[in-house]
């Protein structure tokens, strides 16, 4: 339910309504535009009616929300949500290019990488330091000693760091290194998992699953809102369909569809959305085209000797190339790609 105030609602009289409606065991989430004051109501609807809030002078009107996600719609929170990490702000004009290994494997083939990638003009660094492995033979990363070394190359290039969290045992430790967790396409409706990092106050990286509807994806945001965590940002990264060219078929129509629908960022990551190295750039391209407010990218200074990932990982030069041509591409649309983490 949202109930919209009329233009120069007092803040005793927005209270009263949030008392009114808090004494009925709504949960309240107040958003103050420039135009209207918008007070987002979640709870048992049927306690709403005798409340008769729209006899209040300064109720403009009182609309339910029909569609079953609340928090993260676009009609409880009009403008768009950005992200602040530091000085970066995710989900503003400027689009953030977040690269890095699929794993991290090394200190060197780290600190290597993030240097390239910052030197071609990434804004932060992903690297995997806990992986989720199809077969439980493959590298599942180095866990705490990953972490330390993303740290490392944080404080090396002054990068923010991105990784992902897989078990909700770990989301503490996660928390205490990383500047935003990476929840992965294998724990979008993980439930447990999206209320505990629901708690930190780290922004979180949603990742579609591989076969989740627009909507069970928007949900599983709303857990994470629900919990008390706002900043979330969506990331397609590719859906299963009958295709196997590509690794997963990677579904760009989300981004315009969730703009519309959310106020949330929205990420793409064209390396897991393709699977082939030689597609990347030009699904990055697509997706600045299609309104992306960041790419998550996979670059390896030697992909054919990746642990994970390798075939669909671009080398520093060629991901150096892909930044160039993204940057054209960007102001077309009136934006910018951030350069060597410089604001
Ligand atoms: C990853 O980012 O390395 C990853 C495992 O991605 P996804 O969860 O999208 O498969
Ligand atoms: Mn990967």
């Not at 209207?36 to 709403?48: E, M, N």
């Not at 977040?98 to 780290?110: D, L, N, Y």
């Not at 205490?176 to 629901?198: C, H, P, T, W």
């Not at 315009?256 to 949330?264: G, R």
Request: some cysteine; charged content about 25%; hydrophobic content about 40%.
């Amino acid at each position: 339910m949202i109930i919209v105030l009329k233009h120069g609602a007092s803040e005793a009289e927005i209270q009263e309504i949030n008392d009114r409606l808090i004494q009925e065991g709504f949960k309240i989430h107040l958003s103050e535009g420039v135009e209207k004051t918008i007070i987002g109501a979640v709870g048992d609807r049927s306690r709403l009616e005798g409340l008769d809030l729209e006899a209040l002078p300064w109720v403009e009107k009182v609309v339910p929300i029909l569609a079953p996600y609340k928090l993260v719609s676009r009609e409880f929170h009009p403008s768009d949500t950005v992200i602040k990490i530091g000085e970066r702000e995710i989900g503003g004009s400027q689009i953030h290019v977040m690269a890095g290994p699929c794993s991290v494997e090394s200190r060197t083939q780290i600190l290597e990488t993030a240097h390239a990638v910052k030197e071609a003009g990434a804004t932060f660094l992903r690297g995997g330091a806990f992986k989720p492995r199809t077969s439980p033979y493959a590298f599942q990363g180095l866990e705490e000693e990953g972490l330390k070394l993303l740290a490392e190359a944080r404080e090396e290039t002054g990068l923010p760091v991105i990784t992902e969290v897989v078990d909700l045992r770990d989301v503490e430790l996660v928390a205490s290194y990383a500047d935003i967790l990476q929840i992965g396409a294998r724990n979008m409706q993980n439930f447990n998992l999206l209320k505990e990092v629901a708690k930190t106050d780290r922004p979180i990286m949603l990742k579609r699953g591989p076969s989740a509807t627009l909507e069970e994806w928007m949900l599983a945001a709303e857990y994470i809102l629900d919990g008390g965590n706002p900043n979330v940002m969506f990331c397609e990264r590719g859906i299963r369909t009958f295709e196997n060219y590509t690794r997963n078929t990677l579904d760009l129509s989300m981004v315009p569809a969730l703009h519309t629908l959310s106020h949330l960022p929205v990420i793409v990551d064209p390396s897991h959305g393709t699977g082939r190295w030689q597609l990347v750039a030009p699904m990055a391209q697509a997706a600045i085209a299609a309104g992306a407010d960041g790419l998550i990218v996979e670059v390896h200074p030697h992909p054919e000797k990746a642990l994970s990932d390798g075939k669909q990982s671009l080398t520093p030069p060629n991901f150096q190339t892909m930044m160039s041509d993204l940057e054209r591409i960007a102001k077309v649309f009136d934006r910018s790609i951030l350069k060597g983490g410089a604001q």
